[in-house]
């Protein structure tokens, strides 16, 4: 009995073990179920917060301000709703910049320019008042004076060009004929576009109203119907095609200053052409920009390719030896791979830009002021030592000094990069411009090895933006040939306002010039630097 009675309980407990090992099994499925979905979980919150985080920021670029200003996180942190979620931050106390002292000017109307034309207009009393009760005559003891602004509108005039004619009423020329002409009379006057109405104030105009204004032709149009001249607008646009086609000399010798700096800064944008060769009108092109020259001869240039493919830089650097200045863009890396006479230099302006942007809809936006100040001490040490190099023109104790005070700057910023890249998603915004900053650190470096370098590229995006501007009024260009001749008019009109001209006298000046080029050493008398002291 007490055997059985043993295996009985001994087959009670196996049960009971079969029971609880089912049981756990059960469990650890359903455990193993619960974490997979917590898994599933969290990748849908982190891609939920990626995508809320670009929906926040086109919603920021569409309707917030457009300044990238650095906000003082300490009154933000009133307002804030979520705090930072990421460890604390080692920040470190606000090092104070020593700014100069300034009259602060007088409240109030300013004054109008002394060398606009004035007319007098004298308001007086009538001669009856000027004699007293007394029956004195009074006496002019002072004036009061005051100013109005007037404007003419704009008018036009035609000049009538009269040329006699002369002939021999005697012989009729046969005395000299073979020597001099039967009938003599003046020759026509040379003109940039011949047997046409134009002349050097009527294109002047054109094109400054158009690519400095972004008026576009057809606007212009208009105003000239009010004013009373028939232009059209496909006049203005087959003029222009004729003065770019003119021009062709003088634009070599813009290009060939272009590469003659120590310094190229490169950008693109998109522009749409109507009527390109086996691609549709839908299609965006690109308006390449270079900016170079020497210090004292800068050049800004605009080039027209229908895409925006590496080798478009490839082929425009030939011949070109310095440092060239680019954002993130990996076409310009393609296009300099290879080519030791390029050193490459990255743009502080664009890493920046990618924290500015975390910063306006990341929780953690600490993080990303925190980067935009280490970039932001780059730019105090940058404006302190350019101030200092204009006054003592001193280029070697300028690089020496900035050497010195920015690489501990940008060591200290490379080390909180890499501590913060470990715990930062590389998906989020933060985590790009963290991850980007890396990735260009050794390019963007480099424009400490010299002094016609700056951290930035922003000197290029801004000759780029007044294409930007004008393209949202024309839209588009309508044909291959209209991109190209604008993009020498831009390269004008930029480049006399890159050297201090004011662009309507510069074309101008040009235009009556240019007819009477004949040697190459005519057409650079033409250039900027050159047409108003040759």
Known sequence: MQVEGLRTTDNNNINEFILFKQQYQQLEKENLKLKSDIL???EYHRKYLEIKERYDLLIYKRFGRSAEQLIDTSQQLLFAEEKEQARPQETEPEECTEVKSYTRKKPGRKTLDPAL???????DIPESE???ACG??????????????????QSIFVEKIIRPKYACPCCEGTETEGIAPTVRIAPVPPSIIPKSITSPGLLSTIFTQKFEMHLPYYRQEKQFQMIGAEISRQDMSNWQQKVFEFLKILFLLLFKTLKSGPVMQMDETTVQVIGEQDRKDTQKSYMWLARGGPPDKKVIWYEYHPTRAAYNAKKFLEGYSGFLQTDGY????????GNSDIIHVGCFAHARRKFFEASKVNSNSLSANEGMKHI???YVIEDALRNSLEKNNDIGRF????????????VKFKAWLEKRKEDVPPSALLGTAINYTLAQWNKMIKYLESPYLTPDNNACENAIRPFVLGRKNWLFCQSIGGAESSCGIYTLIETAKQNGLVPFNYLMALFEKAPLAVSESDWEKLLPWNIFTA
């Open 40 to 42: 599933i979980l969290n």
């Open 130 to 132: 000027k004699i007293c």
């Open 399 to 410: 690089l020496t000094d900035r050497k010195e005070q920015a690489e501990p700057v940008l």
């Open 117 to 123: 034309h004035r007319e007098e207009t004298v308001i």
């Open 376 to 378: 932001r001490k780059l």
């Open 136 to 153: 004195a005559k009074l006496n002019k003891i002072g004036e009061e004076t005051s100013e109005k602004l007037h404007i003419i509108p």
């Open 330 to 337: 990996k076409g310009y890396d393609t296009a300099v791979e």
